[in-house]
T-cell receptor, first 112, second 114 residues
Framework: GEDVEQSLFLSVREGDSSVINCTYT??????LYWYKQEPGAGLQLLTYIFSNMDMKQDQRLTVLLNKKDKHLSLRIADTQTGDSAIYFC????????????FGQGTELSVKP | SAVISQKPSRDICQRGTSLTIQCQVDSQVTMMFWYRQQPGQSLTLIAT?????????ESGFVIDKFPISRPNLTFSTLTVSNMSPEDSSIYLC???????????FGSGTQLSVL
């Protein structure tokens, strides 16, 4: 079945770049997503990328997609302490809108 | 984006009881979903809430345990029935607006079952 894998933890220093990686299995996924979850809060949609794109940039966020390797990454430039959170990668199931398979989340810790 | 309100935000319940969670959206949406996030885990889709008809459940979830209503395009409820401690989770409502690939989430309902 479909599966999404992420590393569990990442620690960076304030001002550095963070790169969170994700691999997925469903080659028919139409969209891939990054969500942010702060403690005690719901999920915030950070960004998403259409499967026929290689890259998407939105301010400090850069998403890279390697469809051949089924690899997705999220780069956060100039990481701040407010970026500390859990980041979830998710893939859409084929073209079934709203049905997402989530990774287990990467806990990003930003040290001053 | 859509503004999604979930109630209650948290609850502590006794085993064997049921809890109904409400999800209200500030605009009409085509699709509404319910997800579960077990402690320290990722999110799993429970079901798609269909307006005016029975919900569509994912593998491992059944209507008797998680009855869902969606009487209109802005409101849905999820009931967690005959609760056990294993049902302790965060339950999240999510919506997809028409023609949009964006899936938005409510702030969730944190349920603890004693």
């Amino acid at each position: 079945g479909e599966d999404v894998e992420q590393s569990l933890f990442l620690s960076v220093r304030e001002g550095d770049s963070s790169v969170i990686n994700c691999t997925y299995t469903d080659s028919s996924s139409t969209y891939l997503y990054w969500y942010k979850q702060e403690p005690g809060a719901g999920l915030q949609l950070l960004t998403y990328i259409f499967s026929n794109m290689d890259m998407k940039q939105d301010q400090r966020l850069t998403v890279l997609l390697n469809k051949k390797d089924k690899h997705l990454s999220l780069r956060i430039a100039d990481t701040q302490t407010g970026d500390s959170a859990i980041y979830f990668c998710a893939e859409s199931i084929g073209n079934q809108g709203g049905k997402l398979i989530f990774g287990q989340g990467t806990e990003l810790s930003v040290k001053p | 984006s859509a503004v999604i309100s979930q109630k209650p935000s948290r609850d502590i319940c006794q085993r064997g009881t049921s809890l109904t969670i409400q999800c209200q959206v500030d605009s009409q949406v085509t699709m509404m979903f319910w997800y579960r996030q077990q402690p320290g885990q990722s999110l799993t889709l429970i079901a798609t809430a269909n307006q005016g008809s029975e919900a569509t459940y994912e593998s491992g979830f059944v209507i008797d345990k998680f009855p869902i209503s969606r009487p209109n395009l802005t409101f849905s409820t999820l009931t967690v029935s005959n609760m056990s401690p294993e049902d302790s989770s965060i339950y999240l409502c999510s919506v997809m607006t028409g023609g949009s690939e964006k899936l938005f989430f409510g702030s969730g309902t944190q349920l603890s079952v004693l």
